[in-house]
């Protein structure tokens, strides 16, 4: 069983840099894949970015550039760093670990945290 719990989420500035970390329990963090997706109200979840066990990292269009996500396997956390915040970065901001190679779907993951609001002034 895996537990996610993200922090680092608040309110900021249009074009604002804000970092969001995601601590994870579990034996087999090392291994998985992990991902962060956002919801914005009224609109479905959607992938902002993942990274392999190996470090390779994959990003959505709307976050290449600008966010970067990176994963530290001894302190069980992954995080994203994003700069250049948009009005439509808005969101609740989840993470998620799973065990499929470059999932961008809400489907390739199995386990989930609770959130973390993401509020962008323009």
């Known amino acids: 069983q895996v537990q996610l719990v993200e922090s680092g989420g608040g309110l900021v500035q249009a074009g604002d840099s804000l970092t969001l970390s995601c601590a994870a329990s579990g034996r087999h963090f090392g291994r998985q894949v992990l991902g962060w997706f956002r919801q914005a109200p009224g609109k479905e979840r959607e992938f902002v970015a993942g990274?392999?066990?190996?470090?390779?990292?994959f990003y959505a269009d709307s976050a290449e550039g600008r966010f970067i996500i990176s994963r530290d396997n001894v302190k069980n956390t992954v995080y994203l760093q994003m700069d250049s915040l948009k009005p439509e970065d808005a969101a609740v901001y989840f993470c998620?670990?799973?065990?499929?190679?470059?999932?961008?779907?809400?489907?390739?993951?199995?386990?989930w945290g609770q959130g973390t609001q993401v509020s962008v002034s323009s």
């Open positions: 990274i392999s066990w190996r470090e390779h990292a």
């Open positions: 998620a670990a799973g065990w499929t190679s470059l999932g961008r779907m809400s489907a390739d993951y199995d386990y």
